[in-house]
């Protein structure tokens, strides 16, 4: 054997050598920008990852926080995605030639970046000592090294997965959409909670109506759909084990069709360790594999002893991220949504760095819009000066924006500072929200320019702002594979929404309580029913809540401005209002059993008031009395009515009885025409003027469509019948395939 050789062997067993005795080093890297999914790889390095690093996301502080609308105060971790504790195997640096690399104590090791090659993305950790305990649950012993900077050669000759100074967006305009444009749009894919207390394999089911079965093959496949580009899985595991390994098992499928049935098959399985709070990366869901058919995705956990004896008490959530390619073609694929917030001023009167709002939901579909937080800020002088504030914006994990904030006014006692940032909604954030089935949530973090001192607040209020607005698609279905609109999109789940998050003193003049806050969602749906007659749909969900008491909502009112005649002929339009159940079933709103008795005892009363005659002066008294009597029994009653304002307006109002005990906080009312009469070739403009829960009333000018209704827009048919919305399950489904 030649010398060059044997040292060559000797170094490629040493190198294996030190990596099976599964010593790990921990740096504390600066990235300049989030990886974005992506991950370190280290070229020449083999191990249970591959060449991949495992990254870590750890709080970047901790500490306390306001809570802007209520003044309470919690304790908070800040993330920031560009600061990540990375492991890799502990191995000499290799001698490989690359435009990147980590500056480390220990040298210089090669950098690439690029997707997982074993699936793990990122695991989030309170604490460099709660990474140390994961690498040991996975048979790992750590070593922190030390801080480590991701160099980069020259920023033309970026690795790719890192992201230039502005980010991966999603636009930050809230403006119409653009036919012809296609964009990227973010859904999810959601199963149920899984409890495991004895070894064995357990299926994840997914969230779907009536227990419906996708494929008539592959029990408990959860429906992805067409152009998936790629797909995140997020786990949490709550509980206690030991002497167990858990493992995630992700099998992906195609549909595919025999006769009426609907068929999966089996395209790769991926098999990992399951971490808690840690998202995955699953290969085998891309473009190339979602666009001649659509996908499926079926979730196992695993759970194996490692000895003969273990504890196994464990709850495990799933849910994915799915990134899809939409081109906006048509008019009608897209809605809006946005979150409105406001609050009466808070007292505080301690000092502050971190500021909490929200949280925000998160709709299915995202394709852009835009993040903001705006709030004024009252605090104590520095040395009778006003310094100008820093103020770094988070959304969730991820940095987003900074600015600096000179005072609005001061004076010998106070400051006043209006903090207004905003930042566009992110790909990677969106990304990794979902994956976990969280909202958005911002964190500002605040002080002085000029002195270390913190700044000491008086009151904190939030202003009235749109904390969240952009576009949705409607749902999963692909734009048009063939230039012609597939007949799915004649009964389109089109869905707008409007978040209400506010605070408020008791509104009567003279009245001390409480705060008051209220939290509502206004979900418009233009959607597939059997009905022939339906229009469209409005669910409303609200909650009035103090510190003492949480009571569903009372009242909400919409005025809804239409494109065109919202009632051609003048026809007569349906309201038809229920109840939500938890379980998501329907009730009627009904009148309260007393109240026909209370009615009859009244007309008898009436009557014999008549009948006897009696004197002016009593009876005018009596006729009041009986008037007051009258309204009271009628609000005891839940009323909701449908007002034309103009023959392109209307407005519905929903008034809860004082006799309505019932429990429910959740409102679905149906508006129905026939479909007869409201024939369209074209696109129905449909804006929300204003709307009002409670007390407080805003108005949006939030935007959704209603499509054409001539079936003759619709020759082409091309898509499997199991329709799945992207607000969480399946709907209508029909198991079939249907080709032209």
């Known amino acids: 054997?030649?010398?060059?050789?044997?040292?060559?062997?000797?170094?490629?067993?040493?190198?294996?050598?030190?990596?099976?005795?599964?010593?790990?080093?921990?740096?504390?890297?600066?990235?300049?920008?989030?990886?974005?999914?992506?991950?370190?790889?280290?070229?020449?390095?083999?191990?249970?990852?591959?060449?991949?690093?495992?990254?870590?996301?750890?709080?970047?502080?901790?500490?306390?926080?306001?809570?802007?609308?209520?003044?309470?105060?919690?304790?908070?971790?800040?993330?920031?995605?560009?600061?990540?504790?990375?492991?890799?195997?502990?191995?000499?640096?290799?001698?490989?030639?690359?435009?990147?690399?980590?500056?480390?104590?220990?040298?210089?090791?090669?950098?690439?970046?690029?997707?997982?090659?074993?699936?793990?993305?990122?695991?989030?950790?309170?604490?460099?000592?709660?990474?140390?305990?994961?690498?040991?649950?996975?048979?790992?012993?750590?070593?922190?090294?030390?801080?480590?900077?991701?160099?980069?050669?020259?920023?033309?000759?970026?690795?790719?997965?890192?992201?230039?100074?502005?980010?991966?967006?999603?636009?930050?305009?809230?403006?119409?959409?653009?036919?012809?444009?296609?964009?990227?749009?973010?859904?999810?894919?959601?199963?149920?909670?899984?409890?495991?207390?004895?070894?064995?394999?357990?299926?994840?089911?997914?969230?779907?109506?009536?227990?419906?079965?996708?494929?008539?093959?592959?029990?408990?496949?959860?429906?992805?759909?067409?152009?998936?580009?790629?797909?995140?899985?997020?786990?949490?595991?709550?509980?206690?084990?030991?002497?167990?390994?858990?493992?995630?098992?992700?099998?992906?499928y195609r549909l595919s069709s025999a006769g009426i049935n609907v068929y999966c098959e089996r395209t790769g399985v991926l098999r990992f360790n399951l971490v808690n709070k840690t998202r995955y990366y699953v290969q085998y869901v891309n473009a190339s594999a979602s666009a001649a058919m659509p996908m499926a995705v079926v979730v196992r956990v695993i759970a194996e002893p490692t000895s003969s004896t273990y504890t196994l008490n464990v709850a495990v959530s799933v849910n994915a991220s799915v990134a899809y390619r939409r081109t906006y073609t048509y008019g009608f694929e897209m809605s809006q949504f946005m979150s409105y917030t406001t609050g009466e001023a808070a007292s505080i009167n301690q000092y502050v760095s971190r500021i909490v709002l929200g949280p925000y939901f998160i709709p299915d579909g995202i394709a852009y819009g835009q993040h903001k937080a705006y709030v004024s800020i009252t605090t104590r002088p520095v040395s009778g000066a006003c310094p100008p504030l820093a103020v770094d914006m988070n959304v969730n994990a991820m940095w987003a924006a900074y600015r600096q904030i000179y005072p609005y006014s001061s004076t010998s006692t106070s400051c006043l500072y209006f903090v207004d940032l905003s930042a566009p909604v992110d790909a990677w954030t969106t990304s990794w929200t979902k994956s976990f089935s969280g909202g958005f949530y911002y964190v500002l973090r605040i002080r002085y320019t000029t002195t270390t001192e913190l700044p000491y607040v008086y009151s904190i209020a939030v202003m009235p702002h749109e904390a969240l607005r952009g576009w949705r698609w409607a749902e999963v279905w692909r734009s048009s594979y063939n230039g012609r609109i597939d007949s799915i999109w004649e009964y389109p789940h089109s869905t707008a929404q409007i978040q209400i998050l506010y605070t408020r003193y008791p509104p009567q003049e003279g009245t001390i309580g409480p705060l008051v806050i209220v939290h509502g969602l206004f979900t418009f749906n233009v959607h597939a029913t059997t009905s022939s007659d339906a229009f469209f749909t409005m669910s409303v969900a609200g909650r009035q809540s103090t510190s003492l008491s949480s009571t569903p909502m009372k009242r909400f009112e919409v005025v809804l401005k239409f494109s065109r005649v919202v009632a051609p002929q003048g026809r007569t339009l349906f309201l038809d209002t229920h109840y939500v159940q938890p379980a998501g079933s329907l009730e009627a709103i009904q009148e309260p059993w007393w109240l026909f008795w209370a009615r009859l005892a009244k007309t008898a009363v009436d009557f014999a008031v008549a009948l006897l005659d009696i004197g002016r002066v009593a009876s005018l008294l009596y006729t009041a009395i009986s008037f007051a009597a009258d309204r009271a029994l009628d609000t005891a009653v839940t009323t909701a009515s449908l007002t034309r304002i103009d023959n392109y307006t209307i407005k519905i109002t929903w008034q809860r009885g004082w006799g309505d005990n019932a429990p429910n906080d959740k409102v679905h009312l149906r508006v129905r025409i026939p479909q007869s009469v409201y024939y369209s070739e074209a696109t129905t403009r449909v804006v929300v003027d204003q709307l009002c829960l409670e007390y407080v009333c805003y108005s949006p000018g939030l935007e959704w469509y209603i499509r054409p209704t001539s079936g003759l827009l619709y020759p082409s048919i091309g898509h499997p019948r199991v329709k799945v919305w992207m607000f969480s399950g399946l709907t209508d489904a029909r198991s079939g395939w249907f080709e032209e």
């Open 1 to 252: 054997m030649q010398t060059g050789v044997k040292y060559l062997f000797a170094a490629l067993l040493l190198l294996v050598a030190v990596v099976n005795s599964k010593e790990v080093y921990l740096f504390d890297v600066e990235l300049p920008e989030p990886l974005k999914g992506d991950v370190i790889h280290i070229p020449g390095v083999n191990w249970e990852l591959g060449s991949q690093a495992w990254i870590f996301l750890v709080p970047v502080e901790e500490g306390d926080a306001v809570y802007a609308l209520t003044g309470n105060t919690t304790r908070v971790r800040v993330y920031d995605a560009r600061r990540v504790v990375v492991a890799i195997p502990a191995v000499e640096p290799p001698k490989r030639k690359a435009s990147a690399w980590l500056e480390t104590p220990v040298g210089r090791y090669p950098v690439e970046i690029k997707k997982p090659e074993r699936g793990i993305a990122e695991t989030i950790a309170s604490s460099l000592e709660e990474v140390v305990e994961v690498l040991k649950q996975n048979g790992f012993s750590a070593k922190y090294v030390g801080k480590a900077r991701l160099v980069i050669e020259t920023q033309e000759r970026q690795p790719e997965g890192i992201a230039s100074t502005s980010g991966e967006v999603i636009q930050m305009q809230t403006s119409y959409p653009a036919t012809g444009t296609t964009y990227t749009v973010y859904g999810g894919v959601y199963f149920r909670q899984v409890r495991i207390d004895k070894a064995g394999s357990y299926v994840v089911p997914p969230i779907a109506q009536g227990g419906l079965i996708l494929c008539s093959n592959v029990p408990n496949a959860a429906f992805i759909g067409y152009d998936a580009v790629e797909m995140y899985i997020g786990a949490f595991v709550k509980g206690s084990y030991s002497n167990v390994r858990l493992r995630i098992e992700v099998e992906t």
